[in-house]
């Protein structure tokens, strides 16, 4: 059975990738399984200098979800190509850095900084609901998008992933832009803007006030969404939103998916991502698909 | 690291209390005071995250450990229920623990609600020192466990704010009418942030060792996705440091109350 | 207890209502509960002539929701001032006419036949994900809704409410091309669209393909939205969203809503409505409420 | 119209195939065959719909009725695990049942898997009527509640798709062989869609009156949101009207099938 996928040339051992944001820099899942397993890790997002995210509290449940609000908190790319890199390299799987930017500028100088580092490619997170300043500003727009890729293309030298943002009005216009400013791969679904209020202090859930939706609730948006994209692009997709099971990621390669990303089911089930790999296999065995790429797209319509 | 814990008992102490006494060999073999176990209330969505929970101690001989909680919401709810040989999936021993005191210290814990459960356990674990405990509990009720402190603890004192047990008012009372006369060389504290700032601010002041149990709500409780900070000094600026990791146990000079 | 509530001279006895498409004209539901206790009926999608709707299946259960393709199956406008306001006038309950169409004209024609009928308002549902023509295109843009809401506005006798679509990038902007283009208020939000596969088969699980979603998995990103849009507007906001109890009512009305609408919880619990007023007196009675007007926008923050 | 339901018993017939016996006075005293409840398979969001499942018979007397199934998927598979005194939330009894047949008439129903269930209770109901009943499954293995229909009708066909029971082949063999030698007054089907197709096809061309019992995911179950559709004809035109409500049974001549 051949579970090996290929993005533009990044080849992964297997399609189920860490989402970024939920995995930290990978030590502290290290100690549930083995990492070696993974066919990628996308790290916390990357800024040019440290941030200290938002105020607490920084998560809320809701039916079948969370909301987050964390606020791209993390040590800056600097520390990271100087303090995790060195870690995440002893594992045989690919390193995903996810990068978020105020700036066109600040996007490029991650780009130069990270292609020079022990990477295998950069997603661009144009996409998180949880900044004031740029991110989700460039990746409402094609125009935004636009600019961010084409720039930063100019000085990446690894696999450029784009992820998109489902707070959009037509995600295969964010896509098409991506694809023609020349990323690689799209990744979506990042978040979705949400907002939770306890009844009984009248105030709401987050410190942030609005956090980014994730886990089961989102699925079907999710699904639609990478439907969509992969009809119409043709760089290959890495889907995500709400996956838990082997179920759930064949669901998204069936819709168009190449790889994908699975990140708040972690949270209930360390192991989600392993056993995902293994119900994938068994999906395989039982229809008969020889090759894990032969699921993307594999949809009946 | 992922275990199924399985219910030896479960006993209601008080009025929406209980205390689950779970079986699990590593747990409980591997767990210190201050640390915590991240529960799956139920399978599937209804109460979709992990609910944090101190150890509030552990038998060896037996493989068990015991959670004391209170009845909050949907998790807490459903944990109640809980029976005799049901499998519980665990998450644990999570976090970084108090400091135990060594030998001859004397040592003061200052609780109040459900952040008296963690502090049991290090008295029961601080042999050899001399402990005063102090707690605090709305009112005569919700009052637990007092046994168990009496016997761990070589002096309690227990407030209630509507004076219906003990002494009336909050239990920062005693605690700073003691420190007024004493001079603990630990002090350990765990509860309402208004309680636990008290405490912290007067220890700061007489420059008297003590900690902190933090807590927030969490996303995966292993240190992965930092949705469960407080902020914490460093020189002269702070961070925002991981409860389910770096605490939740932290030195009070250090932590930053919002 | 003060349970009424104004929506732009549209008097409400209390602020819940029956979201469009999930309590047909109302018979179904009044054999389990007097619909007098309502405050207000939103009936199925008109649209001006009859429709037969997109082929089975037409549902599907996601995590905490449910994707519907029902694609506005209704007998016309005409049938329905015929067959059903004599039916729906039996009752002392606030009747919403929610419209849909393929063309400015229609909206046109169909707000001049009701402006004449025996209802108290008009809900134009620029909203719908499921048909292919008119109706979600227009609501898509600031630009469509203005269109439509100017154009039904000059025709229109009655109370006129324009129901917004989740799937755009800034619902705020729509919110205030309704409101500028004299809506007497909004209501938000119709549903998000949506996919879901069935793995073992292949194929989408509805017959139309996508779908759009509804049930608790959407609340977070509606309380969001009206959050967002009561600060933006000052017309008044009717809420919906995955509302199925009394304490997710009061969840839409701190946000900022002055009503709610409540659909898909009903399939499950046919009292939903009925609970949910009671509910919102035992909130108010625990909160110190006098009016449950007081309740809408008091968010403290 | 919404009613809690109490388990009396849960029998397993078969692999995955299990009869409920539920208490439930108004339905019990309600229902006709070809109706269904529909029930809320668990609290909470885990199976967030409810599911129709037909009624199999009434007892009147003991204010029961019996539910049988098949395990699908999420919802039957807890349904399948409820135990006596449990409670469980029914909507019903709903939808259009069958015409029941005069007197003397001769009937043949024809069922497929979980489509005999509600052909049985039309049989017990259609007393002094000559009844043939046509039964398919995929092989004897499911082959379920055999004996009572054995006792409710007066002749029984048997047929597996793998011959491992009864006369090998699809249902419909043996059923078409017989209108080859016999004119039924009336005939009901319910099953896969390819068998009704068959069968409706060669009732309706000999004008033989034939009512189908159809199946789709539901939303509401009550005729509110139409959801649950299926194409009925009307003069020269067609519509989609309400599996819930309008049906599930529908006059076989009506229904165009998709
Ligand atoms: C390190 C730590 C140790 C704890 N130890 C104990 C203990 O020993 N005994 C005890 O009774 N309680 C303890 N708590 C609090 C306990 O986690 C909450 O009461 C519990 O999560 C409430 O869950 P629920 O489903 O009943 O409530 P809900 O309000 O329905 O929970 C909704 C969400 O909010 C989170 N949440 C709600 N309240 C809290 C809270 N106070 N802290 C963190 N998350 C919260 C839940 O985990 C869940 O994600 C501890 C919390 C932490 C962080
Ligand atoms: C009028 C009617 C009568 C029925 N009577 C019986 C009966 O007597 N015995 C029996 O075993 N089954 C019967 N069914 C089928 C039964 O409803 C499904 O098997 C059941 O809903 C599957 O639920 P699940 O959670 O196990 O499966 P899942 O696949 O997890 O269900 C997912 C969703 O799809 C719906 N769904 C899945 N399969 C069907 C289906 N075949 N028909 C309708 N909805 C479906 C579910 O209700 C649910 O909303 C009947 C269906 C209808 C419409
Ligand atoms: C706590 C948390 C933090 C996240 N941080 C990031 C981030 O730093 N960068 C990013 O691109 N996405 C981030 N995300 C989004 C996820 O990578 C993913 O796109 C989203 O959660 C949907 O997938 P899921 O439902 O499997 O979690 C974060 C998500 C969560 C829950
Ligand atoms: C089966 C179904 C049919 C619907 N039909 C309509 C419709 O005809 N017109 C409309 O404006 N909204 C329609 N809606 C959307 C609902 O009115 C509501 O906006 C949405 O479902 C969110 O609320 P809920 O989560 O409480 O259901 C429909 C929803 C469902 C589930
Ligand atoms: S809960 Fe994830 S870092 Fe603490
Ligand atoms: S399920 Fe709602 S009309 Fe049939």
């Known amino acids: ?301 | 690291m992922n275990f199924n814990a399985v219910v030896v008992k479960n006993e209601k102490l008080a009025e929406n209390i209980y205390l689950l006494r779970l079986k699990s060999e590593k747990i409980s073999h591997n767990a210190a005071p201050g640390q915590f176990v991240n529960i799956k209330c139920c399978d599937g969505l209804d109460t979709y995250l992990r609910r944090p929970v101190s150890i509030l101690r552990t038998h060896g001989p037996e493989n068990t450990f015991d959670i004391a909680f209170m009845v909050r919401g949907k998790g807490t709810r459903i944990l109640s229920c809980l029976k005799e040989g049901d499998a519980v999936d665990c998450i644990g021993p999570l976090g970084r623990g108090f400091t135990l005191p060594e030998k001859g210290e004397r040592i003061c814990v200052v609780g109040g609600g459900i952040g008296i459960f963690p502090l049991l356990y290090l008295l029961e674990k601080s042999a050899g020192a001399y402990k005063a405990a102090f707690l605090g509990f709305r009112s005569g009720g919700l009052v637990v466990l007092g046994k168990d402190f009496e016997k761990a603890a070589d002096q309690l004192i227990i407030s209630t704010d509507d004076g219906s047990f003990g002494e009336k008012g909050p239990v920062t009372t005693p605690f700073l009418k003691y420190l007024e006369k004493e001079r603990p060389d630990r002090v350990y504290t765990c509860g309402p942030a208004p309680m636990m700032i008290k405490v912290a601010d007067a220890c700061n002041e007489r420059g008297i060792f003590c900690e902190v149990s933090m807590e927030q709500r969490m996303g995966c409780g292993i240190g992965a996705c930092l949705v469960c900070v407080c902020r914490i000094k460093h020189n002269d600026d702070w961070a925002y440091e991981r409860i389910c990791r770096d605490g939740p146990v932290f030195r009070a000079e250090e932590v930053i109350f919002e």
Not at chain 1, 94 to 104: F, H, R, S
Request: aromatic share 6%; charged share 20%.
């Open chain 1, 1 to 301: 059975m051949d579970l090996t996928v290929n993005i533009a040339g990044l080849k992964l051992k297997n399609p189920v990738i860490a989402a970024s944001g939920t995995f930290g820099f990978g030590r502290e899942f290290s100690e549930f399984f083995d990492l070696n397993l993974l066919g990628g890790i996308s790290v916390k997002g990357l800024t040019l200098a440290p941030r200290k995210g938002n105020p607490p509290p920084r998560i809320a449940e809701t039916p079948a979800g969370i909301l987050n609000s964390v606020g791209l908190q993390n040590p800056g790319v600097h520390a990271f190509v100087r303090d995790e890199i060195p870690f995440l390299r002893k594992f045989d799987t690919c390193i995903i850095a996810n990068v978020a930017g105020n700036t066109v500028e600040d996007y490029c100088r991650m780009a130069e900084i990270l292609s020079d580092a022990d990477i295998d490619a950069i997603e661009l997170n144009v996409s998180c609901p949880n900044v004031k300043e740029g991110c989700l500003i460039f990746g409402s727009t094609a125009e935004g998008i636009s600019k961010v890729t084409s720039a930063v293309r100019k000085v990446c030298k690894k696999t450029l992933i784009v992820k998109l943002s489902p707070n959009v009005t037509d995600i295969t216009e964010m896509a098409k832009a991506a694809e023609y400013s020349g990323a690689d791969c799209v990744s979506l679904i990042n978040t979705i803007l949400g907002m939770a209020i306890d009844i009984n202090s009248r105030r709401p859930v987050l410190g942030n006030v609005v956090g980014g939706l994730s886990g089961p609730a989102v699925k079907p948006i999710a699904v639609r969404m990478v439907y969509q994209v992969s009809k119409a692009v043709k760089i290959p997709v890495i889907g995500m939103g709400g996956i838990s099971n082997a179920d759930d990621a064949v669901e998204f390669m069936l819709a168009g998916a190449s790889a994908v990303m699975i990140g708040t089911a972690g949270f209930v089930n360390p192991y989600v991502w392993i056993e995902t790999i293994e119900g994938i296999k068994q999906y395989m065995e039982k229809h008969g698909f020889q090759k894990v790429s032969d699921i993307t797209g594999a949809l009946i319509e």
